[in-house]
């Protein structure tokens, strides 16, 4: 099943439509708009609390600016934030748990760092981001089987793209 939900990822061949409205939040939940805001008064959470809001507005601001990218593919400015979004949740995503969500911003910023236009790989980019966000609705556990085959076969696709 894993594999021929990649299959529809392979690269396209010329003139033809990439697919870019892939989006699993009826399976994970959409963020909801208070969840979207940076929290101003850390300093009164729990450590573990901190932490989860961290990691969930680290990926509210990945998906953010992943749409700003979509929306305005020629602005250098938001390729420039989403790529420091996923480099910012990539660095502290071994605070988060590890795991597929670190799996799965390393796999991403591996195929970002080999292209230039982010558009090329919209669909393939879509689907890490979402991935993010399922990842992150765990406990950063990578034994479960779905998550490590959902890291391997984006891994797979990346390095694919890259070099070969």
């Not at 932490?51 to 305005?72: I, M, S």
């Not at 090329?120 to 991935?131: G, I």
């Amino acid at each position: 099943m894993v594999k021929s939900l990649f299959n529809m990822f392979k690269k396209p061949k010329a003139g033809s439509e990439l697919l870019t409205e892939l989006d699993i939040t009826r399976v994970v939940g959409a963020a909801d708009e208070e969840s979207e805001a940076p929290v101003t008064q850390e300093a009164e959470l729990e450590p573990a609390e901190a932490v989860e809001t961290w990691k969930q507005n680290d990926l509210n601001l990945l998906q953010t600016t992943w749409q700003a990218c979509c929306e305005t593919p020629e602005d250098e400015e938001s390729v420039d934030a989403f790529r420091r979004a996923l480099h910012n949740l990539h660095g502290a995503s071994g605070a988060y748990g590890g795991g597929a969500l670190t799996r799965l911003s390393g796999s991403l910023q591996e195929l970002v760092s080999g292209v230039e236009d982010l558009q090329t790989e919209a669909a393939l980019v879509n689907l890490h981001v979402q991935a993010c966000r399922a990842a992150g609705l765990g406990d950063g556990s990578s034994a479960d089987d779905v998550a490590d085959a959902v890291c391997q076969a984006l891994e797979d696709q990346v390095r694919g793209r890259l070099h070969g």
